[in-house]
């Protein structure tokens, strides 16, 4: 039972255009929402980040926004690119104390230039 | 300086054998992770310890041992293997709850 899905296994971008990465959770006790980075033979890497208090997030080319009544969240970057390939991984925190990040399966992006 | 490590990032074995997996975190974080990502991709966890408390040991074969020496270690004890098991195992430390989880580079076992 999937608590956080991303639908869609792949993305594919041309450089400076938006890529805009999608998430869907089902628990609405979750409270926090990461998005983690992961190149080849590499951990994820920790990217942006929205609480549920709010619904959108900005940090540079990227962008997070948040719809708590749509369960759903979406990660935007403009301008891709081509630095941007990886695999993105959505992750929701659920709000009990010692508990762990919960992801879906991840995107691959890919920004062609 | 790597914030959190694991060693080795390879591991062939054959079945049957025991095989350990090192992680070591220098952030002073006071919760470690294990997690196991399959040949499906899902990241899922596998067990948490805060302060070398264990406060999360998921449904995982009791062949998986974690053991937490102190704060900033947490290792991975795997006995018997078995084909199935071959996964990227990462290791993720973080201060509190699991916002903001660091993870290690991966540890890519296969069994043969």
């Known amino acids: 039972d999937q608590q956080v899905k991303q639908n869609s296994p792949s993305l594919s971008v041309q450089e400076g255009r938006i890529s805009i990465l999608n998430c869907d959770y089902t628990n609405s006790m979750f409270d926090y929402f990461l998005w983690y980075k992961k190149y080849p033979a590499e951990g994820p890497t920790f990217l942006i980040s929205?609480?549920?208090?709010?619904d959108k997030n900005e940090d540079g080319r990227f962008t997070v926004f948040l719809n708590k009544s749509a369960k759903h969240l979406s990660l935007h970057i403009v301008p891709s690119q081509p630095g941007d390939s990886a695999v993105y991984f959505c992750?929701?925190?659920?709000?009990?104390?010692?508990?762990?990040?919960?992801f879906g399966k991840g995107t691959t992006l890919s920004v062609s230039s | 300086d790597t914030a959190v490590s694991q060693t080795p990032k390879y591991l062939v074995t054959q079945m049957g054998n025991d095989k350990s997996i090192k992680c070591e975190q220098n952030l002073g974080h006071d919760t470690m992770y294990w997690y196991k990502q399959d040949s499906k991709k899902f990241l899922k966890i596998m067990f948490s310890?805060?302060?070398?408390?264990?406060?999360i040991n998921e449904t995982v074969p009791n062949r998986f041992s974690p053991k937490s020496p102190d704060k900033a270690h947490l290792n991975l004890h795997i006995n018997s293997l078995e084909l199935g098991d071959s996964a990227v195992y990462f290791c993720a430390s973080s201060q509190d709850l699991p916002t903001e989880a660091f993870f290690g580079q991966g540890t890519r076992l296969t069994v043969v």
């Open positions: 992750a929701a925190s659920p709000p009990q104390a010692g508990t762990a990040l919960i």
């Open positions: 929205i609480s549920s208090i709010k």
């Open positions: 310890y805060n302060n070398k408390e264990l406060i």
